[in-house]
C-alpha cells in the first residue's frame, strides 16, 4: 500500500471513530434527559436494572481475567506401594512380566546415567527425519507414508554434550495404530525430555497429546517441523499460532526443518531419465539451542520427574491388569457358587414351588465378591441386599422359569438329568445374574450399590442371548452330572 493511500485510509477510519463517538455522547446525553423526566419509581427501577447489569459485567470480566491455575502435575503412587500390587497380580501372566520388566528398565536407565530423550508426534511429522539430522550415523526409516516408524528403536550420541540416547518411535494418530502408539507413549514417559513434533497448526488431538505429555512435568519441546515448506512471514505466523495453541504448556515452541528425503527423476544428457532421493537441508539449530538449555543440569537431575511419569503410566497398566485379574477371577466365583445353587436346588426344591434364593449360598457369594474388590460390608448391607434380590426374583419368577424353559427345550439333553432341572437352571440363571450385577457393581463403584446392581440385575434376567443360555445349560448339565463329586 502506498504511503498516501495508507494516509487516507488512517484519516477515513480516525474520522468514523470520531463520529460514531459523538454519536454515542449525543446519544447519552438524551437517555440522560429522558430518564430526568421519569417519575420517581420508574427512575428508581431503571437505575436498579442499569446498576446489576453493570456489575453483572464486571462479574463476568473479573471471572474472565482471573489467573487461572496451573494444572496439577500427574503424582504417582510410591515404588513400594506398585511393587506389591504387581507382586499380587498372577505371575503367569505375560503382561504382568511386562510391568515388572518395567521396573528393571528404569533401574537400568538410571544406573546408565545417559539422558534419554524421546521424539514424540503423530505419523509423518518428520520425527526419524529428525532423528537423522540430529545423530550422526543414523539413518532411521522415513517415507511419505504414515506409519513408517513400527517399532521404538534408540540411537546414542554424544556428538552434542554428554551420552545422549534419543529414542525413535511409532507416530500416534495411526488409523489401527493403537498398539504401537501405547510403545510410543510409554516410551515418551521413559525418557527424560521430550520433543513433541509437529507439522504446522495443532490439530484438537495433537493439542491433547501435548497436555498429556505436559501433565507430567518433564522438560518438553513443541518442534513444529517443515518450515522449510513456508515464507518467513508464514512461519512468524504460524509459530505465533503454535504459541498461542500451546497454552505456554511446552517449554518452548520452535519452528525447525528436519530435512528428510525428497525423490525426483532427472533427465541427463544423453536423454534417459534416473530417479534421484536426496536430503533436504536440515535446520533444527534452536532447537539444539532449547534442549542443551533445559537439560543443563544433566539427567540425575531431571530422575525424579522421569521416575514419577514412569510410575504413573505404571501405576494405570497395573489397575488394568487389576481389573482384567478381579474380572476373572470374579467370574470364577460366580461360577462356582452358580453351580452350588444348582445342585443346591436339585436336593430342595419340590417342583412347582417358588423360586427363593439360598440364603447362606447367596450372602457367601456377596462376602466373596466384596472380598476380592476389597470393599466392606456389614452384615446389615448383605441382608439388605439379598432381601432385595428376593423381591425382584418374587416380580420375575415368570421370566426366570421362562428363559429357564427355554433352555430345556433347545438343549434336550438337559431333560434327561432328572425332575428338577427346570428349577436347577432357574437357579443358575438367578446366580449368574445376581453375581455378575454385583461384580459388575463393584468393580465399577467399589462400594455395595444396592440399586445399582439390581437394576443391573434385572437386566441380566431379561436379556439372555443364545451364548448364554448356552454357557449357563452347560453349567447346569455339568454341575448336576457331577453332583456327587465334592465340589472345590
Ligand atoms: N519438506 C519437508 N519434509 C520433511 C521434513 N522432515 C520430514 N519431511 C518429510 O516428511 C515425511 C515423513 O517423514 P518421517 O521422518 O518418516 O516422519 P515420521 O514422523 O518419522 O513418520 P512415522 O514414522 O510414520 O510416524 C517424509 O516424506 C519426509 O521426507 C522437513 O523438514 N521438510
Ligand atoms: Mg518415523
Known sequence: ??????????????????????????????????????????????????????????????????????????????????????????????????????????????ASARTYLAVFGEISTGKSSLIA????????ASDARGGTTREVTHYE?????????????????????????????????????????????????????????????????????KADQWTDIERDQ????????????????????????ERFTRRLADGSTEDVTRRRPA?????????RRLLAAGPSALEAQRENAVLASLHERTGERERAYRADEAERIVSR????????????VAPGSDLVIQGALAASMVRALASLHDVRVTDVEVDNLLRQVRMTLRTGTSVV????????????GLGTLGGGVLHAFAYALIFDSFGRALAATLAERQALDQADAGERMRELLNEVDASRLRRLADLTGEALRLRHEPSD
Not at 539430522?133 to 532411521?140: D, E, H, K, L, T
Not at 504460524?238 to 528425503?261: C, K, N, T, Y
Not at 535446520?283 to 534442549?291: E, G, I, K, M, S
Open 1 to 110: 500500500m502506498s504511503r498516501r493511500l495508507r494516509l487516507l485510509v488512517t484519516t477515513v477510519g480516525l474520522a468514523a471513530l470520531a463520529w460514531l463517538l459523538l454519536a454515542s455522547i449525543e446519544r447519552a446525553i438524551a437517555l440522560a434527559e429522558r430518564f430526568e423526566g421519569l417519575p420517581q419509581g420508574v427512575r428508581w427501577l431503571v437505575g436498579g436494572v442499569l446498576l446489576l447489569l453493570v456489575s453483572l459485567g464486571a462479574a463476568v470480566t473479573v471471572w474472565w481475567l482471573r489467573p487461572r491455575r496451573p494444572r496439577a502435575p500427574v503424582t504417582a503412587p510410591d515404588r513400594t506401594s506398585l511393587e506389591a500390587r504387581i507382586a499380587q497380580l498372577r505371575h503367569d501372566d505375560a503382561g504382568v512380566e511386562e510391568l515388572r520388566s518395567e521396573l528393571t528398565e528404569l533401574d537400568r536407565r538410571r
Open 133 to 140: 539430522a540430529m545423530v550422526p550415523g543414523a539413518a532411521p
Open 157 to 225: 550420541t554424544s556428538a552434542w554434550g554428554d551420552g545422549w540416547t534419543i529414542a525413535d518411535v511409532p507416530g500416534s494418530a495411526e488409523a489401527g495404530g493403537e498398539a504401537r502408539e501405547r510403545l510410543a507413549r510409554a516410551e515418551a514417559l521413559r525418557a527424560h525430555a521430550v520433543v513433541y513434533v509437529c507439522a504446522g497448526d495443532l490439530t484438537r488431538s495433537q493439542a491433547e497429546e501435548l497436555r498429556w505429555l505436559g501433565d507430567f512435568g518433564k522438560p518438553l519441546v513443541l518442534a513444529v517441523n
Open 238 to 261: 504460524i509459530l505465533q499460532h503454535v504459541r498461542e495453541q500451546a497454552d505456554g504448556i511446552p517449554d518452548a515452541v520452535l519452528a525447525i526443518s528436519a530435512g528428510g528425503e
Open 283 to 291: 535446520q533444527w539449530q534452536p532447537l539444539r539451542d532449547a534442549l
Open 337 to 348: 457358587y452358580a453351580r452350588r445353587a444348582i445342585v443346591g436346588a436339585m436336593a430342595a
Open 401 to 412: 422359569l421362562a428363559v429357564a424353559g427355554n433352555a430345556l427345550k433347545a438343549f434336550p
